[in-house]
T-cell receptor, first 116, second 114 residues
Framework: AQKVTQAQTEISVVEKEDVTLDCVYE???????LFWYKQPPSGELVFLIR??????QNEISGRYSWNFQKSTSSFNFTITASQVVDSAVYFC?????????????FGSGTQLTVLP | DGGITQSPKYLFRKEGQNVTLSCEQN?????MYWYRQDPGQGLRLIYY???????QKGDIAEGYSVSREKKESFPLTVTSAQKNPTAFYLC?????????????FGNGTRLTVT
């Protein structure tokens, strides 16, 4: 069965610090997708990135970067020069083909607080 | 602007009453989903629908019911059989139900049952 572990329940940093959110996953499938979502205080989850299992290139989008390593089953998310607006709960999720047509498993989330 | 609208934002009910949460989307998405979020537990899938007039149970469907009579609408009823209904409920949609489609979420409904 698939599983996503976000071991960091809460992280607190001071503005302008870099911060890395960890995500470790388990799946028996060789083909799968990994996602990161951001949940600001308003409540809705906002899609940040999708990565398929065959693409191990790291990705950078502005202050955000993602490090996908199949060897360690990890898909970590780094925010560079954090800002107060980055404060939110961040979820990592895994989607594979086991079970039903749509099986998306979420981690328990990491609450990031960026202090001014 | 296209998006997903959930209403109401906050809902209070007495134990033993059924309650229906609304979810409407104008993104022309085929697939819609209901998730439940509890503190420290991430999101758990209640029901999903791939097309109109079809829906499937998720991991925690007991005590819930849904309908999908229109493409735009996917209401969730929390019945009195749900033993612990107080939670934050999120509706989502995707272009299709393929496993690589990102989900688009509504703002959620916080249900409190006393």
């Amino acid at each position: 069965a698939q599983k996503v572990t976000q071991a960091q329940t809460e992280i607190s940093v001071v503005e302008k610090e870099d911060v890395t959110l960890d995500c470790v996953y388990e799946t028996r499938d060789t083909t799968y997708y990994l996602f990161w979502y951001k949940q600001p205080p308003s409540g809705e989850l906002v899609f940040l990135i999708r990565r398929n299992s065959f693409d191990e290139q790291n990705e950078i989008s502005g202050r955000y970067s993602w490090n996908f390593q199949k060897s360690t089953s990890s898909f970590n998310f780094t925010i560079t020069a954090s800002q107060v607006v980055d404060s939110a709960v961040y979820f990592c999720a895994l989607s594979d083909l086991s079970g039903s047509a749509r099986q998306l498993t979420f981690g328990s989330g990491t609450q990031l607080t960026v202090l001014p | 602007d296209g998006g997903i609208t959930q209403s109401p934002k906050y809902l209070f009910r007495k134990e033993g009453q059924n309650v229906t949460l609304s979810c409407e989307q104008n993104l022309n998405h085929d697939a819609m989903y209901w998730y439940r979020q509890d503190p420290g537990q991430g999101l758990r899938l209640i029901y999903y629908s791939q097309i109109v007039n079809d829906f499937q149970k998720g991991d925690i469907a007991e005590g819930y019911s849904v309908s999908r009579e229109k493409k735009e609408s996917f209401p969730l009823t929390v019945t009195s059989a749900q033993k612990n209904p107080t939670a934050f409920y999120l509706c989502a949609s995707s272009t299709d139900s393929s496993y690589n489609s990102p989900l688009h979420f509504g703002n959620g409904t916080r249900l409190t049952v006393t």
